[in-house]
């Protein structure tokens, strides 16, 4: 489930795994502290980086996740998800079937039914 992106070999962002990403963004909100551990597990107990930031704010709470941290993750989906929205901002969306379903795959993917 860890798989690190297709643009793995350019550095960046892409070369990040994403229990990596979780732990950097862990460590916005828990400053020097060591957040591997607590990224793994949050990434193994939600079942992937997608569902772990669309976690509602209890849902994290619960797992012991400070406010600070659970701010920190609905920003990083919140980002990601107006990342998407600009992409077919001002274009067609039924232009490119390819990027509707990506956006609507980020975009409810992971919301509850």
């Known amino acids: 489930m860890e798989e690190a992106p297709s643009d ?3 550095g960046g962002g892409g070369a990040l795994l994403d229990h990596e990403l979780v732990e950097y963004l862990l460590a916005l909100s828990i400053p020097r502290r060591d957040t591997k551990a607590k990224a793994k597990e949050l990434i ?3 079942g992937g980086i997608g569902p772990l930031l669309s976690a509602d704010a209890d849902t994290l709470r619960r ?3 400070s406010d600070g941290v659970v701010g920190t993750l609905q920003i ?3 980002s990601a998800l107006r990342m998407l929205e600009t992409r077919v901002e001002g274009r067609p969306i039924l232009s490119s079937w390819d ?3 990506d ?3 980020a975009a409810m993917a ?3 039914i």
């Open 8 to 10: 793995a070999s350019g």
């Open 44 to 46: 193994a107990r939600f």
């Open 63 to 65: 797992e012991g996740l």
């Open 76 to 78: 990083a989906e919140a």
């Open 99 to 101: 990027a509707l379903g």
């Open 103 to 105: 956006y609507l795959q």
């Open 110 to 112: 992971h919301q509850a």
